[in-house]
């Protein structure tokens, strides 16, 4: 180490160690990850002492049964810790403020609607009376249908139409505290007509916008103009209604969110503190709330840096749960009103840390033209100039000749465009540009300062390594929104990383890359990787993805869900796989855009049965080719090895 920072060189001695720092495991693992000595990664649930999944072995466990590379593996036994500190950091800063109401968990159901994932949640939340917050009918018809504790709360956010609000009076009918959230003025009258049809009305909940707004990616949800909330006029304005109609007395629960992730504890403090004053204000208007529900948004530290930037957060969950409980109580304290129960609706914090994909690395496309040029010193001149530079590169004159090679390197393609090279001669200056770029590079950081040129034409001459995956389908918030994810192998942590790379998926899609990778002092434009071997699988680990990439992964070009595995500690400490779910076939992908598998194998059938008939196929060759297709349908979309 130097100044900090991690200096790996190929003298250095490897050790897992080295490579857990490299990697980041300690910043953003939350204590869940490490490295064993023989170089694989672990898993290690809360609790579990010097044992610990091992995640290599998972994988050749499973592709001996059949499933393949890439899979999503499930650890539930980090969802429940993770339900377990949530509850616990509250707990204890409601008895470090002596704060007299209590804590009530709802788990959003958008974060990870998989039922293993909400099931696993609710089974470890229920000593916790963790309840559920929905936004859409179909959600709170799961939720209503879900073993929660007698206490727990329902909480019924996003648009309601009649429907949704007659499901949430069956859900009231059944027992269950539902509360149903008016947070745009047209759903009050809809409220209203549930009494006008005797539908049982369940308590009523306002979501207020605030001044106040989050911080990071997911900023534009609070604030004046966010797409959610009433404003005060608003708010006055259905408490008036709500009286009119005889409900005011439903009326218990005050609610903002301000965003999903939010970087920074400043804004979540301020959110607070607005939202409690509000509570109070109304409380003096004899407005019988008595919860506070202060939303998502809780962050977790995917880059480990502890800080505001917008793949990390700059405060503890202890220290969200202080500020949380210790400004509601004080804003209360203020203005002499009963604080009230406390509800937060974090998703992310829950469930991102217990879903990796693992895949498999299935090619290497180098950087730079690593093939020496065919030198004849007879051709073309702009192709000779390319080679004298080649060959007189060096520390002092770097720059200069880089610059000269730039220009040849266009005239080189003007020539040719105006068919005056060969494609031998083209091949012959591309790799000579590449190669001078490469030296380039190389004697730019014998500089101290390295000039910003070079750093982008660094950037550019990575190897990509072609991992079996598509970003689509896995990593969809890192396509639509920059957002990272730490990324680590699975094997050989024990060997020196020699390459740099960026990592490209199977789409054909230009935006199915990972460019950008985590660390604790910048971004990294390239992640640490190890020499491919022949005829040995190198398999990465994309991590913390338990949080909203689930369900919003799409089927670009066909690549559809991923094989699944849940995977557990016992208490001998042996690696259980459970509850293995095979991904999608080509046939399932297609399906979801209106081809059936029926057609699709009649219409290839029609087309075999022509060529028979023209001789020019013969019957079996033709029932051969049939029986292929049928089996590649029922195959993954995936690539195979
Ligand atoms: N509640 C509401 C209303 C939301 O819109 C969201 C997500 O943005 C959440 C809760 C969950 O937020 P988070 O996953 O950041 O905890």
């Known amino acids: ?83 377990d500190k949530l509850v616990a950091s509250f707990d204890s800063a409601v008895r470090e403020f002596d704060y007299p109401e209590r804590f009530l968990p709802v788990y959003p159901l958008k974060v990870n609607q998989q039922r293993s994932v909400v099931e696993g949640l609710l089974s470890s939340g229920r000593r916790h009376a963790l309840g559920l917050e929905v936004g859409s009918r179909p959600e709170l018809l799961a939720a209503v249908a879900l073993d929660t504790a007698p206490e727990s709360l329902i909480v019924c956010n996003g648009f309601k139409d009649e429907q949704y609000l007659s499901a949430a009076a069956l859900a009231n009918r059944l027992g269950r505290r539902v509360v149903v959230v008016v947070e745009k003025p047209f759903e009050l009258q809809a409220i209203m007509d549930m009494r006008a049809r005797d539908e049982c009305v369940p308590m009523i909940g306002f979501r207020i916008r605030l001044q106040a707004r989050g911080s990071g990616l997911w900023e534009k949800s609070g604030g004046f103009a966010s797409k959610f909330g009433l404003s005060t006029r608003q708010l006055l304005a259905a ?32 959110a607070v503190r607005e939202g409690s004053r509000i509570y109070a204000k109304l409380r003096k208007l004899g407005v019988p709330i008595r919860y506070l529900d202060v939303g998502g948004g809780l962050g977790v530290d995917y880059d480990g840096s502890g800080t505001s930037s917008d793949a990390s957060v700059n405060y503890t969950v202890q220290e969200y749960a202080n500020d949380v409980v210790f400004g509601i109580s004080e804003v209360c304290a203020e203005e002499q009103v009963a604080p009230p129960s406390i509800v937060s609706e974090s998703g992310r914090m829950l469930v991102a840390y217990h879903s990796m994909l693992v895949t498999n690395v299935q090619a290497q496309i180098p950087g730079i033209d ?16 390319l080679e004298e530079i080649e060959r007189t590169i060096s520390v002092k004159n770097f720059r200069e000749f880089y610059h000269d090679a730039l220009a040849y390197s266009d005239q080189l393609y003007s020539l040719f465009n105006l068919g005056l090279l060969s494609l031998e001669e083209r091949a012959t200056g591309e790799g000579l540009f590449s190669r001078i770029a490469g030296e380039a590079v190389r004697y730019s950081k014998s500089a101290k300062f390295i000039a910003e040129e070079f750093r982008e034409l660094e950037s550019k001459l990575h190897d990509k390594y072609i991992c079996n995956f598509s970003v689509f389908q896995s990593l969809p918030d890192h396509w639509a929104l920059d957002q ?71 089927l670009h070009n066909l690549f559809g869900r991923v094989h699944e595995a849940r995977v557990v500690l016992d208490p001998q400490g042996r690696t259980d796989i459970e509850d293995v779910r095979r991904g999608e076939q080509a046939v399932h992908a297609l399906q979801h855009f209106g081809y059936s598998e029926d057609e699709l194998v009649r219409r290839i059938e029609r087309a075999l049965s022509g060529l028979v008939a023209q001789g020019r196929l013969s019957k079996p060759d033709a029932a051969g080719l049939l029986e292929d297709y049928r089996i590649r349908l029922r195959g993954y979309t995936y690539l195979a090895r």
């Open 370 to 385: 690593m093939q020496p040029p065919v030198v004849s010193g007879q051709g073309p001149q702009v192709v000779q100039d």
């Open 1 to 83: 180490m130097e100044n900090g920072e991690l200096k790996v060189t190929a003298t250095d001695h490897f050790t897992v160690e080295l490579a857990a720092e490299l990697y980041g495991l300690s910043a953003w693992g939350s204590g869940y990850f490490s490295i064993a000595e023989n170089g694989h990664l672990m898993v290690r649930p809360a609790g579990s002492g010097s044992r610990g999944i091992d995640v290599y072995d998972v994988i050749r466990r499973l592709s001996d049964r059949g499933i393949e590379t890439p899979v999503l593996l499930r650890f539930p036994q980090l969802l429940e810790s993770q339900v």
């Open 484 to 554: 990272l994810f730490p990324i680590v192998p699975i094997h050989r942590l024990n060997e020196m990383p020699e390459h740099r790379a960026r990592l490209a998926d199977i789409t054909c899609d230009s935006d199915g890359e990972v460019e950008k990778f985590v660390d604790r002092k910048e971004i990294k434009d390239a992640l640490e990787v190890h020499e491919l071997k022949p005829g040995e699988p190198y398999y990465l680990a994309f991590l913390l993805l338990g949080a909203y990439q689930d369900t919003m992964g799409d």
């Open 239 to 270: 408490l008036d209604q709500l009286a009119a109609g005889g409900l005011r007395d439903n009326v218990a629960l005050l609610h903002f969110h301000v965003g999903s992730q939010i970087t920074e504890i400043r804004k979540i403090k301020s």
